[in-house]
Nanobody, 120 residues
C-alpha cells in the first residue's frame, strides 16, 4: 500500500504565507509526478501546481508568481510554498502522486486533504 501524509494547512490573513508538505510512503518504485490540487466549497477540484521527476513544473494561472512547488526525491515529498495568499485561495488542498509501485504497475494516490483558510 501507498500512504500520503499531508501537513501545513491552517488559517492565515490575506497577504500571509503557508507551506504545505506531502510525503508518500509505502510500496513505491518510482514517482513520475507529484502535484497539488484544491477544491473550494461548491466548486470542482482544480490543479494548483505539479512537478515531474525531471523538476518540470506547471502552475495554474491564478497562483503563478505567488506559489512555488518543489520536491525532495529522496524523501518522496512534495512542498507547496504559498505566498501573498488571497481569500480566494481558501480551499481544501489535496496532494497527488503519479507513481509506479513495487510491482511495476503505474498507479495514483491522493492525500486526505488539508484546509487552507485565508481571511480578509
Amino acid at each position: 500500500q501507498v500512504h500520503m501524509a499531508e501537513s501545513g494547512g491552517g488559517l492565515v490573513q490575506a497577504g500571509g504565507s503557508l507551506r504545505l508538505s506531502c510525503a508518500a510512503s509505502g510500496r513505491i518504485f518510482s514517482i513520475n509526478a507529484m502535484g497539488w490540487y484544491r477544491q473550494a466549497p461548491g466548486k470542482q477540484r482544480e490543479l494548483v501546481a505539479v512537478i515531474t521527476s525531471a523538476d518540470s513544473t506547471n502552475y495554474a494561472d491564478s497562483v503563478k508568481g505567488r506559489f512555488t512547488i518543489s520536491r525532495d526525491n529522496a524523501k518522496n515529498t512534495v512542498y507547496l510554498q504559498m505566498n501573498s495568499l488571497k481569500p480566494e485561495d481558501t480551499a481544501v488542498y489535496y496532494c497527488n502522486a503519479d507513481f509506479v509501485n513495487s510491482d511495476y504497475v503505474r498507479n495514483e494516490r491522493w492525500g486526505q486533504g488539508t484546509q487552507v483558510t485565508v481571511s480578509s
